[in-house]
C-alpha cells in the first residue's frame, strides 16, 4: 500500500514539475519574442544650434523605430522661424533670416535595463535658408544645403511609455551660398532637448 501511495506522489510530482518547466518556458521563450518586437517614438524637439554670431532656437519632431533593443533609425525636421536675425542686405530694407531642415535619425543606445539610456547618434538631412523682407515677409533670396549632426544624448525614462532626453553635438552644414551667411557661420556645438511618447523596452 505505502508503494502505491509513494508512486502515485511520485506520479503528481512529476506532473507538477512538468507543467511549471512548461510555463518557464513558455514565459522564456515570450520574454525573448517581446524583446526582438520593434519598439520606438515620437517627440517634439528643442534645439539650440549656432548661427553666427549668436544662436537660433527651433522647433521641430522626430520619430524612429527602435530594432533589437539598441538600433535606432528615424527622420526629424527641424524649423527655425523668428524675426530675431535681420541683417541689412540692401540699404535701407532690412531682410529677416529663416532656416528648415530634415532628414534621416541613426543611432544606437546602451544602459537598457535602467531608468536612463546613453545613445550615441547622427543626423544627415537637406535643407533651405531663405531671407524675406522684415516688412512684407515676401522672400528675397534663397538657397538649399546638406547637414550633418553627430551627437551624444540620454533618455530619462518618466514612465513606461513617456521620456525625456537631452542631447549636445556639433553640426556641419555644406552647400550653402547665399548673401549674408556662409557655411561656417551654422557649424558648431548645439544641444537640445527631446520629449518622447513610446515603446522603449
Not at 24 to 31: E, Q, Y
Not at 38 to 43: F, S, T, V
Not at 51 to 77: L, R
Not at 132 to 149: M, N, P, Y
Amino acid at each position: 500500500m505505502k508503494i502505491h501511495l509513494l508512486f502515485i506522489f511520485f506520479i503528481v510530482l512529476l506532473g507538477v514539475n512538468t507543467s511549471v518547466f512548461a510555463q518557464s518556458d513558455s514565459l522564456a521563450i515570450g520574454t525573448q519574442k517581446s524583446s526582438l518586437l520593434p519598439k520606438g517614438y515620437i517627440g517634439g524637439v528643442y534645439e539650440n544650434a549656432p548661427v553666427a554670431p549668436d544662436h537660433t532656437n527651433s522647433f521641430g519632431i522626430q520619430a524612429a523605430v527602435i530594432m533589437k533593443n539598441h538600433i535606432e533609425i528615424g527622420f526629424y525636421n527641424l524649423i527655425y522661424n523668428d524675426n530675431k536675425y535681420q541683417e541689412r542686405l540692401i540699404f535701407p530694407n532690412s531682410f529677416q533670416m529663416n532656416y528648415k531642415h530634415a532628414g534621416f535619425v541613426l543611432g544606437y543606445r546602451t544602459n537598457l535595463e535602467r531608468d536612463y539610456e546613453f545613445n550615441f547618434e547622427s543626423k544627415v538631412g537637406f535643407g533651405e535658408v531663405i531671407w524675406s523682407h522684415s516688412e512684407t515677409g515676401e522672400a528675397f533670396l534663397s538657397d538649399k544645403f546638406r547637414v550633418l549632426q553627430l551627437q551624444v544624448s540620454v533618455d530619462y525614462i518618466l514612465a513606461k511609455f513617456l521620456a525625456v532626453n537631452a542631447f549636445a553635438g556639433y553640426r556641419w552644414m555644406n552647400q550653402l551660398e547665399i548673401t549674408g551667411l556662409s557655411n561656417d557661420d551654422f557649424n558648431g556645438l548645439s544641444f537640445g532637448l527631446v520629449m518622447k511618447v513610446g515603446k522603449f523596452r
